[in-house]
C-alpha cells in the first residue's frame, strides 16, 4: 500500500534537510532519532551505522514514522507512517548520488565527510500514511 502525497509533503520530503526517525525498542518504548535522509519520490531512505539501535529495531519492528518539523507556530507539521526494511548493508551513502547530494556540504561543514563511510546500512521506508496540521 503507498500513500497519496500531496505536493506540499512531497515537497517537504525533498528539501527538508532533517527529520525525526521513530522506531520502536525491543522493550516497546519508541525513539525518535534526528535523521538525515532522502525521499526519491516514492520512498524514503535513511543511512546508519550497522551497529546502531535503529537497525535491530527496524529488523524487530518494521512500523516507523518521520516527523517533519513545524513551522514553529505549530502548522505546517507533517508525520510520515511506513514500512522500513534494511534494503543494503556494506555500502557507502557518499556514492548514492541523490543522498550525497543532498548532504556533501552538510557531512563537511560538520568535519563528517570522512566519518559517513561508517553509514553504510541503508533504510528504506515505504510510505503508506501520512498525517499533516494546515499550513498558515
Same mark, same amino acid.
Given at each position: 500500500m503507498s500513500a497519496e502525497?500531496?505536493?506540499?509533503?512531497?515537497?517537504?520530503?525533498?528539501?527538508?534537510?532533517? /527529520?525525526?526517525?521513530?522506531?520502536?525498542?525491543?522493550? /516497546?518504548?519508541?525513539?525518535?532519532?534526528?535523521?538525515?535522509?532522502?525521499?526519491?519520490?516514492?520512498?524514503?531512505?535513511v543511512y546508519t551505522t550497522p551497529s546502531a539501535a535503529k537497525v535491530a529495531h527496524v529488523q524487530r519492528h518494521p512500523r516507523v514514522s518521520l516527523n517533519l518539523d513545524s513551522d514553529g507556530n505549530g502548522s505546517g507539521i507533517i508525520v510520515i507512517g511506513g514500512e522500513a526494511r534494511v534494503d543494503a548493508t556494506d555500502v557507502d551513502?557518499?556514492?548514492?548520488?541523490?543522498?550525497? /547530494?543532498?548532504?556533501?556540504?552538510?557531512?563537511?561543514q560538520f568535519g563528517l565527510t570522512e566519518a559517513m563511510a561508517d553509514y553504510s546500512t541503508r533504510i528504506k521506508i515505504t510510505i503508506d500514511k501520512v498525517w499533516t496540521t494546515p499550513t498558515e
Open positions: 502525497l500531496t505536493q506540499e509533503v512531497s515537497d517537504r520530503l525533498k528539501s527538508d534537510r532533517y /527529520g525525526w526517525l521513530t522506531t520502536v525498542a525491543k522493550s /516497546g518504548q519508541p525513539v525518535p532519532k534526528l535523521i538525515w535522509f532522502y525521499f526519491d519520490g516514492t520512498d524514503l531512505f551513502c557518499r556514492t548514492d548520488e541523490p543522498y550525497w /547530494g543532498k548532504y556533501a556540504e552538510s557531512a563537511a
